[in-house]
């Protein structure tokens, strides 16, 4: 049983996509209020729908989170007028070297960092004023397995999970005696748009639903770092702890190699 009590305004950028999408749809319920965040309006519409028959109060927002300015002073305008308890960072893009092993364009290289490292921190950062002041709240970073060590298909979508990993980290430590918690999410596979567009093997995929089920438990016991699936995030995290030649060489023989 969880010593904290269940959020009931939760702000969530990416909920247009399938693991946002899954968290809206998990915490929507009668009395809670959704701050929701997307790109594209059409499906954001849909998610609001969802969220409101299920008896959830919806303030949805769409914004391409690579305009900084516009992306923080949403989110700080939205936790001043709320007292938004739970603060989700989900929105993000991932990138590829490619089936021929080609390369990552620069342009993919800089929208990439734009939003998985940029915007997530901004994201973070505008809800702070706030929570500082209330001495409550809980921030939520989402760092991939593919953080532990670099996969050669992903080079610069495993740099910025681990830099938001470690971003998470620094903050948990900061901000703890201030009564705010801060969690890192490091899922494997799960199903969604982004992982389809991927190349490689996907072992131990899970459902969007089954991710948020698990991410949702282990947010309200203040789990700080949420990584899963078990095989996986043993063995992503082993190649963390090996010689880095002897890690290289897993990747290569497991078809991670490029
Ligand atoms: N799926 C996996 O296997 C997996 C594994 C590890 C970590 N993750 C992480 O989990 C998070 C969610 O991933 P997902 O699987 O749900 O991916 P997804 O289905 O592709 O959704 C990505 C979300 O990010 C939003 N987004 C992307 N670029 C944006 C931009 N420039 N401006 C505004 N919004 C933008 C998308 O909005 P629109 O669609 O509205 O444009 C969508 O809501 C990501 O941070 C991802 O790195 C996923």
Redesign the pocket.
Known sequence: MSKFSKPKTILI????????EALALFYAAPGVTLIL????AA??AEVVAGATAKGARVLPQS????DIAALMAWVGAACEAEPVDLVIA?????ANIGVEGGGEAWADID?LLD??VK?AMATINAALPSMRRRGAGQLVL?????AYFGLPLTPS?SAS?AAVKAYAEALRGWLQPEGIRVNVV??????????RE?PGPKPFMWT?EKAARVIARRLASNWPRISFPFPLNFGCWGLSALRPSVSTWILQRLHYGG
């Open positions: 950028t990416g909920a247009t996509g399938g693991i946002g965040h997307g790109r594209n499906k954001l914004l391409d989170v690579r989900c929105a993000g893009v991932n929208a939003i998985n915007a989402m760092s991939s397995l593919a979508y999970k490091m899922p494997g596979y799960v199903d969604s748009k982004m992982s991927m969007p």
